[in-house]
C-alpha cells in the first residue's frame, strides 16, 4: 500500500492530478495496475495528509488551494518555515549543506533568467525542504507534504508573475544570509516576511481574492 501512497502523492504533488480534479476510483487502480482495496486506502491516507478530500457523497477530489483554505495553509507555513530558519541558524551550516543551499538559489536565478517556471518550483520546493529537514526536528518534519503543496500551489498561483518570482529568490538568499551569520532572530523574520509576501501576492489573483473577501474556500 506504501508504494500506492508515493505513487498518487507524486502524481499529486507533480501536477499530473490537478488540483479539483475528481479521483475516479477504477481508472486510477488501473492506471497504477493496483486493485481498489489498497487504492481506497492510499486515498485515505492522502485524505489524511490534506491532499484529498472526500465529499458526503463519497467522491474524492485532489484539495483546491484557494480562499480561506490557502490563508490557513500559508499561516502554518509561517510559522512552520519561520521556526526551520531559526533553528537552522541556530544549529549552523556545514560547509555541504551551504553549498546545497547556494545551488538552489542558483537554480531558481537561472530559471528565472530561463523564464522557466518549473525549473523554479523545482528548485524553490527543494530549498524549502532543506530547511525543513536540516534541523533533524521531527516535528517539524511533519510538516514535509504541507510543503510540498502549498510550494506547487503557489506556484500554479504565480507562474504569470514573473516579477514576483524574481522578488522571491532575492527573498530565500536574505534567509540564507542570515542563517549563515547564526542571527536566529533575523533569519526567523525573513522567513515570516517571505511567507507573507507569498501569501499577498496569491491573494492578488481575482479568485483568491474574491474567496478572502466573502470567506468562501
Not at 491516507?45 to 480562499?67: F, M
Request: with cysteine; glycine share 8%; charged share 30%.
Amino acid at each position: 500500500m506504501e508504494a500506492v501512497v508515493e505513487q498518487l502523492r507524486s502524481l499529486i504533488l507533480n501536477g499530473e492530478l490537478v488540483p479539483g480534479a475528481p479521483l475516479r476510483q477504477q481508472d486510477l487502480a488501473d492506471q497504477l495496475g493496483v486493485s481498489r482495496t489498497p487504492l481506497r486506502e492510499a486515498l485515505l491516507r492522502l485524505e489524511r495528509e490534506g491532499l484529498v478530500e472526500t465529499s458526503a457523497s463519497g467522491v474524492s477530489r485532489v484539495v483546491e488551494l484557494s480562499g480561506a483554505a490557502a490563508i490557513e495553509v500559508l499561516d502554518v507555513r509561517e510559522v512552520v518555515d519561520g521556526l526551520a530558519a531559526r533553528l537552522m541558524a541556530e544549529r549552523g551550516l556545514d560547509a555541504e549543506e551551504r553549498a546545497q543551499l547556494d545551488e538552489y538559489l542558483t537554480a531558481m536565478q537561472d530559471a528565472n533568467g530561463r523564464e522557466d517556471k518549473h525549473g523554479y518550483l523545482v528548485a524553490n520546493t527543494a530549498f524549502h525542504l532543506q530547511l525543513l529537514t536540516g534541523p533533524e526536528h521531527r516535528r517539524l518534519q511533519q510538516f514535509t507534504t504541507l510543503i510540498q503543496m502549498s510550494c506547487q500551489a503557489t506556484y500554479l498561483r504565480r507562474q504569470r508573475q514573473t516579477d514576483r518570482l524574481r522578488s522571491s529568490a532575492g527573498e530565500h538568499r536574505a534567509i540564507v544570509e542570515a542563517i549563515v551569520a547564526r542571527d536566529p532572530d533575523a533569519a526567523e523574520a525573513r522567513a515570516r516576511a517571505h511567507i507573507r509576501s507569498a501569501r499577498r501576492h496569491w491573494l492578488e489573483t481575482g479568485a483568491d481574492r474574491a474567496g478572502a473577501g466573502d470567506g468562501n474556500a
